[in-house]
């Protein structure tokens, strides 16, 4: 007959010399880590299960950290246990009896009451230090500051974008694990870049394995719904004294959905699928392009340049990227930065030659930010002092903000340490301040029927107005100032 107490007896007597060796620094270290980590991840399992995890940094708590931490605390638990182990039998204090396992016993008082205070504490913590972690990662201080120091350029145009208040992670990385993970081990190397200091300066744009827009912007903005036509005043002021200036008057048919096909629907409407090669990081030289349309018609328009066997092009399939590709960080020309400016009323456009002179300043090679912060407002004051000396009297204020402007300006757009300058980066919307939609529509990129990817105007937009200094369009649509007097 077995005797019952058998089995809890080979228990008690296995496990009463663990608990002994196990109160020893390393184990206990040992052991905080793989409480505290096991209820962290507690903490997170009810979203990682769901799979409805918002904050993709959720996905580097759950699934690369806690992991890594539990398994190293488990790791140093039995290394602190072997540790005392030899240093017992080498001194010859290794116990030949140990007592039973209850509150009586010291070792094992110690380490329930260590477990059990840690566990508590660790519950407390874990509830704001979870979200708040998180948090904190998921901020745009963490992407522009802290995490990615090199996206200093970025950083500043995001500041000054239409989306300054859409989170960073939201646009590049989007909800769920799968796409945080890879998007982090496609920047392995960039840590490594950034860490010993051999990164490209500038940083290259496109990114390669940024998540597809419609995950990310169509979760906002979709090219299917009906965007109708939108007025769009463009101001642009002279290099004359009196900075004159001038407006264009654009009716931009943005189309879209089952009412108009327009910029939207020609583009990305139902069905349709546009593929094009590039033979550059950049995608700005695009020698053939394919157009499927709604009907599953496919035709290839190629430039006159293009050769059809190079093995230099790669192919993409279009979205709202390769048209939108700087939707927040965008950086202007010197002249269109300045036009802005004074649109807006940050730069007076009444000081003479300002707009001239401004470009020309902002134009100069300055070899650190420092420099220009100096040099800007300097030669700015000095040009007025010399050559309007009573405008420089009676409005040196108005040429203190100037010179600010024009300073604020030049720290938006250049960053001498990161090798970026005017002209950079280019924005494919439009067409005047680089080639953008000229890329494919150049009237030179023509198919086997003798078919071209069409440059007609109004195609995508309406000229109402051409550089005129009054349009009698605005005032016929009450927008001019002043009661039509502009």
Request: glycine residues 8%; positive net charge.
């Amino acid at each position: 007959m077995t005797n019952p107490s058998t089995p809890r007896s080979a228990l008690r007597g296995w496990l009463s010399p663990v608990i002994h060796l196990s109160n020893n620094w390393l184990s206990l270290i040992g052991v905080v880590l793989v409480t505290t980590s096991a209820i962290l991840w507690l903490f997170l399992l009810p979203s990682t299960v769901s799979h409805k995890v918002d904050n993709p940094y959720f996905g580097i708590a759950a699934f690369l950290i806690l992991p890594g931490v539990f398994l190293f605390g488990l790791a140093i638990i039995p290394i602190g246990i072997y540790i005392r182990f030899r240093g017992e039998r080498r001194r010859g204090s290794y116990p030949t009896d140990f007592p039973p396992l209850n509150f009586r016993n010291v070792d094992f008082r110690r380490l329930v009451l260590f477990i059990g205070v840690t566990s508590f504490v660790n519950i407390i913590i874990a509830g704001h230090a979870t979200y708040t972690a998180v948090e904190y990662m998921d901020s745009v201080a963490f992407c522009g500051k802290t995490c990615h120091t090199v996206m200093a350029p970025e950083y500043a145009a995001y500041q000054n974008s239409p989306h300054s208040r859409v989170e960073c992670v939201d646009c590049h990385i989007g909800p769920g694990a799968s796409w945080f993970v890879k998007s982090k081990l496609s920047g392995a190397w960039q840590v490594f870049a950034v860490t010993f200091n051999t990164y490209e300066r500038p940083i290259p744009t496109p990114v390669k394995n940024l998540r597809p827009a419609r995950d990310t912007c169509e979760a906002c903005h979709w090219p299917q719904k009906y965007g109708g036509d939108k007025l769009r005043i463009v101001e642009k002021f002279a290099d004359d004294e009196a900075n004159t200036m001038s407006k264009t008057v654009l009716l931009m048919r943005i189309g879209g959905g089952a009412r108009g096909p327009g910029i939207h629907g020609t583009h990305l409407g139902p069905g349709i699928v546009i593929r094009y090669g590039h033979t550059d990081e950049a995608r700005q030289d695009i020698p053939w392009v394919e157009y499927t349309d709604s009907n599953g018609k496919s035709t290839v328009y190629r430039a006159e340049s293009a050769k059809p066997d190079s093995q230099q092009v790669a192919v993409r399939e279009m979205d709202c990227m390769d048209c939108h590709n700087r939707p927040t960080h965008v950086f202007d020309l010197p002249e269109r930065a300045v036009d802005h400016g004074m649109s807006d009323g940050l730069i007076p456009r009444d000081l003479p030659f300002l707009k001239k002179t401004g470009v020309e300043l902002l134009k100069k090679n300055y070899a650190t930010r420092e420099e220009a912060a100096k040099a800007i407002p300097a030669a700015l004051e000095a040009f007025f002092r010399e050559r309007y000396p009573e405008v420089y009297r009676q409005r040196r204020q108005d040429i203190v903000r100037s010179a600010g402007g024009l300073l604020d300006i030049y720290n938006r757009n250049v960053f001498p340490q990161m090798k970026v300058t005017w002209g950079v980066y280019p924005n494919n919307i439009g067409h005047t301040d680089f080639p953008g939609c000229f890329r494919c529509h150049d009237d030179a990129h023509t198919s086997a029927g003798g078919r071209k990817v069409s440059q007609d105007c109004n195609s995508c937009h309406q000229l109402l107005a051409m550089e005129e200094p009054a349009p009698e369009i605005l005032t016929q649509l009450g927008l001019a100032p002043n009661g039509g007097q502009q």
